[in-house]
């Protein structure tokens, strides 16, 4: 009994210790800094949802307003077999949301990756256009309509293009034609009246890529389909984008009057011989000599760059506020990123707010102050 007292109290003082660490130099909160601008959120895994992770839950439950599965979402883990749904982390992460009374993001519907071999293939045959746009129809309709009322939003279609503009040669591209998008559009619509819909994808800041996205949200309300935003996901790094290139994506969503939402927020630190901007999980590089150099901390230099960059990306945020609706990071703290294992695997990358040890970083002040600045 004494032992379970004693744990208790520790567990409670590391907690408050935590919630103190994570208050910062001001007191406050990522949440309260951005309240009157945007939204701010995390990524998170299950270990987060059910408070396995306890340090990470209470800097959730501190800092953010909005979350993001990770990966509970996605096709793979709800639908592994024809005809058969697994939701039980899903449904885990949408209560936690829906307690904490955060915007509860569902990603996503429609993406050519953790997709199950079985949705694409009819026997041994490649599955025919009907064939696919019924299986697509019956995930979207079984997953959003199961949460239908307590999504803020969904990424209805994620990754849809080449950074040069042209459609991905995707599964979902090949199998149905170009119309697969705003079929994804149309049945989300249906299977949650009420929840945003948005296209989610990586590096739209390339000029090609967002002249794209906006000419397929401009063609898909032109035909009375609804969407309601853009997702950049933001993996990012010192170098790219540019602070210039960031502001003309952000410029030509404005004028085109399309929100936007910076989804998978994190910022690289690592050596990048390979000159890789992107999140194409598909891309693997053999590593290299001299590009894991931080595994025994990150030099205090850096860390200062890497608040530098944090700042100025959100001071860009604020003075776009007007079509900027959310900023989500992807993931809570550097322990659990997965730029650890990409585009090599095995590195030790400090991409996030929060260390490994769940203590607030020099960023997280940066972003704090941050909110302070701009117009
Ligand atoms: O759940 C299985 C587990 O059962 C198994 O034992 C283990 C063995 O490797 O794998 C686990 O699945 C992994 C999953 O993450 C959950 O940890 C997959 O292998 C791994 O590929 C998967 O990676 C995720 C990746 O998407 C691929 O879907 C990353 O965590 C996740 O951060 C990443 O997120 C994507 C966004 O959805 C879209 N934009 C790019 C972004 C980064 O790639």
Redesign the pocket.
């Known amino acids: 009994m004494k032992t379970r007292l004693h744990r208790t109290t520790v567990t409670v003082l590391c907690l408050a210790a935590w919630a103190l660490a994570a208050g910062q130099d001001s007191g406050t909160t990522l949440k309260q800094a951005w309240e009157k601008h945007f939204l701010v959120g995390a990524a998170l895994n299950p270990n987060v949802v059910s408070g396995k992770d306890s340090a990470a839950a209470a800097i959730v439950k501190a800092q953010f307003n909005t979350i993001t599965a990770?990966?509970a979402m996605?096709f793979g883990p709800t639908h592994p077999k024809s005809g058969e749904y697994n939701f039980k982390l899903a449904d885990e992460f949408v209560d936690y949301g829906t307690k904490n009374g955060m915007a509860v993001i569902g990603?996503?519907l429609v993406w050519h990756?953790?997709t199950p071999r079985w949705v694409f293939q009819d026997g041994e045959a490649k599955a025919g256009r009907d064939t696919l746009l019924a299986r697509m129809r019956d995930h979207i309709m079984t997953v959003a309509g199961r949460y239908q009322g307590r999504i803020h939003g969904w990424d209805v279609v994620?990754?849809a293009f080449d950074d040069d503009g042209t459609l991905r040669k995707s599964p979902w591209l090949n199998g149905i034609g170009e119309d697969f998008i705003e079929k994804a559009f149309t049945f989300a619509a249906e299977a949650d009246p009420k929840a945003e819909l948005y296209y989610n994808d990586?590096n739209v800041w390339k000029p090609e890529k967002a002249a794209a996205v906006i000419r397929l949200v401009k063609d898909l309300r032109s035909k009375g389909i609804r969407v309601d935003g853009v997702g950049e996901?933001a993996?990012w790094g010192f170098s790219y984008p540019k602070n210039g290139e960031l502001k003309a994506m952000l410029q030509a969503f404005r004028e085109a009057g399309i929100k936007v939402h910076i989804t998978?927020m994190d910022i690289s630190v690592l050596p990048n011989p390979w000159d890789y901007q992107g999140?194409d999980?598909g891309k693997r590089f053999d590593e290299l000599p001299g590009t894991n150099p931080y595994t025994e901390g990150l030099p205090d230099s850096v860390q200062a760059k890497l608040a530098d960059r944090y700042a100025e990306l959100f001071g860009i945020f604020l003075e776009y506020d007007d079509i900027v609706e959310r900023v989500t990071l992807?993931g809570v703290d550097d322990g659990h990123s997965?730029l650890d294992y990409?585009p090599v695997r095995g590195r030790t990358n400090y991409p996030l707010l929060f260390d490994r040890q769940y203590r607030p970083k020099p960023a997280f002040d940066a972003v704090i102050r941050a909110a302070g600045t701009g117009k």
Request: proline residues 0%; charged residues 20%; glycine residues 0%.
């Open positions: 990770e990966n996605k990603h996503t990756a953790q994620n990754e990586y996901q993996h998978e999140a999980i992807w997965w990409f």
